[in-house]
């Protein structure tokens, strides 16, 4: 009985059954950065669980909760809205020229929030010795500057897309 080559390429990737099963074995090098990944995400946990493991796990809780529960209706909500409102002017294609910026500033500012909003204003100042004044301006600059990048992109990709249209589509 002949045995059967799986298409693709094999000098790309091992194939080996396991369990009556193809198992991709890749490039030995990708097997072993993978491997000190998982070594490293493994060391990282014991030391963030050696100290207050249960204040972990409930941060940990409360996050997913806090996400799946508030802030994904939020912006699933946005989201619809920034797309019937492209779409009633006609132009819903674009409506991920205005995602991909807000997305972005929204995470800076999930991750900023505490700075941006001074609300740890004194135990910053007494562990960096520096002031938080300067973090919501910085923010609403990164955010301009996302947004603007973001329509420069635009307006070039449809200058080129009218270049390149026939003349009677003008």
Same mark, same amino acid.
């Given at each position: 009985?002949? @045995?059967? &080559? ?7 990737? +091992? ?6 099963? @193809?198992?991709? &074995? ?6 072993? /950065?993978?491997? !000190? ?8 946990? &014991?030391?963030?669980?050696? !100290? ?8 940990? +809780? ?26 009633? +002017? ?15 500033? *929204? *995470? ?6 505490? *700075?941006?909003? !001074? ?21 609403? /600059? ?9 329509? &420069? +992109?635009?307006?070039?990709? /449809? ?12």
């Amino acid at each position: 009985m002949k @045995r059967r &080559v799986p298409a693709g390429n094999p000098s790309r990737t +091992v194939r080996r059954r396991i369990a009556g099963r @193809r198992f991709p &074995v890749g490039n030995p090098l990708h097997i072993l /950065l993978l491997a !000190g990944s998982f070594a490293l995400a493994g060391y990282a946990a &014991v030391r963030l669980l050696a !100290g207050d493991w249960f204040g972990v796990a409930l941060w940990f +809780v409360g996050a997913a909760l806090l996400h799946d529960l508030v802030l994904l209706p939020l912006y699933s909500t946005a989201d619809r809205a920034l797309v019937r409102g492209c779409a009633a +002017v006609g132009r819903r294609e674009r409506a991920h020229w205005l995602r991909v910026p807000a997305a972005l500033s *929204l *995470l800076l500012f999930l991750i900023w929030s505490p *700075l941006i909003t !001074g609300a740890v204003d004194q135990s910053y100042r007494l562990a960096a010795g520096q002031s938080t004044d300067g973090y919501p301006a910085r923010w609403l /600059l990164i955010t301009a500057l996302l947004f603007a990048g973001s329509a &420069v +992109v635009l307006a070039v990709r /449809l200058r080129r897309a009218a270049k390149h249209r026939p003349p009677a589509a003008h």
